[in-house]
Structure formats: C-alpha cells, structure tokens
C-alpha cells in the first residue's frame, strides 16, 4: 500500500476511534450526571476511614460538573479501549507476520492487565495508606480540609503514573523483539535499572515518604526482573527465526 494510503487508512482508524469514545461518553455521562449512582462517593471511597464524616469540599459554582464530567470522561476512554485497540490491531496486522499476530494479541491484553492492575494498586493500596501516613504526622491545631478537586487530581495523576510504570515489562519485550536491548543488556544493567526506577519512583510519588515511594518501586522492579526472564524466551525465538531464515535464504541461493 502506498504511504499516502496507509495515512488514510490511519485517519479513518483514528476517526473510528474518536467516535467509540464520543458514543462510550454519551453513555459515561448520563451514568455520571442522570443515573442515580454517586460517582463521587465511590471514587471517594479508598479515603473515606480518613474523613472522619466529612465529605470533600467543593468551592466553585461549576465545580461538581467538572469533577462528574472528568469522571465520564476517563470511564468512556475504559469502555471504548476494546474498540480502538481493535482500530489498532487492524491498522497494523497487515504489515505483521503470522508469528508476530499471535504474539501481538496476547501482548495488549497483558498490557491492559497490567494497566488495570497499576491503577487499582494505586486506588486500593498506595492511596488509603499514604492518607494513613499523613493522619500520624503531627498537628493536632491544624484543621485538615479535604479539597474535591486535589484529591481528583492527586487521584488520577498517581492513578496514570502507577498504570503506566506497570507497563514496563510490555516495553522490554517490544525492545528485545525488535531487537534494541538484548537480555545480557538488561542483566548487565540491573544496578542502573534499580536506581533508575526508584529515582522516577520517587519523583512521581507525592511527598517525601520512602515508605510510599518504595510502595511503587517494589512492583515496578519486581517486574523488571520479571521481564528479564521473559525476554530471554523472546530473544532466543528472534534468534531462531534469524537462523531459519539465513539457512532459507542461503538454500534459495
């Protein structure tokens, strides 16, 4: 296909995808603002032991709608994620190998679970026990307020940077696959790797609590190590195909 068709082909993938989020957001927003349910209270619920019976604290008049429309919107780019990692996989099946179909697919799926399973660690463990930390400092003088809108941002921001350090291991086998970085590299460099990660690790956590920090960097390391493993598996596989083809080719000659 010529390069002016493949961007073609691009624009309309990218616009299918546009359009799965616009009908996911149509629904996300009714679910937010119409349906009943309190969006707000759920998303609040990992901090809730630390509110002691308060709720969060709004000071704008549009202030609520923002919150309930950011909210629409990050649940309508979950449910439409199906359809454009379909508009993906179409895009860029043509140009793939048989061998490399089947491993792509799995690959998005661990991607996507391995997303999820950053977010939900960050909502469900890192949140409730950083707000524990903040409770046993001192100051009793002081009345802590909690703002809807920092605690939204501070949410998602911690949310976002936890998903996708857990991708890590998706980007080392693309790496290896492709053939960039080999597992000896990775080996070689594991020092540099464990510092590397607890430096962003801790750059990317609030405050200055190595115990929240560390609370990042254990699983995000552990994977590495992890991805160490597998990409053994995937280099040997790449090696492999480079042989036969070598042999193929010299036979063909």
Do not use: N
């Not at 089947?102 to 799926?109: C, E, F, G, N, S």
């Not at 609370?215 to 995937?234: A, D, H, K, Q, T």
């Not at 790449?238 to 063909?252: D, T």
């Amino acid at each position: 296909m010529p390069f002016l068709d493949h961007l073609e082909e691009l624009r309309w993938r990218i616009l299918k995808s546009l359009l799965a989020v616009a009908i996911a957001l149509i629904f996300t927003f009714w679910l937010t603002t119409a349906s009943g349910i309190d969006v707000i209270g759920i998303v609040t619920h990992p901090i809730e032991p630390y509110l002691h019976g308060k709720h969060l604290v709004i000071t704008g008049p549009v202030e609520k709608f923002t919150l309930l429309l950011q909210a629409a919107v990050a649940l309508a780019v979950v449910l439409a994620f199906p359809v454009v990692g379909y508009q993906i996989w179409s895009f860029l099946a043509p140009a793939l190998a048989p061998k490399e179909k089947k491993v792509l697919v799995p690959a998005l799926i661990a991607a996507t679970v391995l997303f999820l399973a950053g977010i939900a660690m960050s909502v469900f463990v890192f949140v409730p026990v950083t707000m524990s930390l903040m409770e046993k400092l001192p100051g009793d003088s002081l009345d802590q307020m909690f703002m809807a809108s920092e605690y939204f941002g501070f949410l998602f921001a911690i949310s976002l940077a936890f998903g996708v350090l857990f991708e890590l291991p998706i980007v080392i086998l693309v790496l290896t696959a492709i053939g960039l970085i080999t597992p000896q590299f990775l080996t070689k460099y594991r020092r540099h790797a464990a510092v590397g990660t607890l430096i962003i690790c801790e750059i990317v956590t609030p405050g200055d609590f190595i115990i929240s920090t560390l609370m990042l960097w254990i699983p995000v390391y552990g994977l590495y190590e992890v991805s160490i493993i597998v990409s053994r598996f995937v280099y040997r596989a790449r090696l492999k195909r480079e042989r036969e083809a070598e042999i193929s080719g010299g036979v063909a000659g």
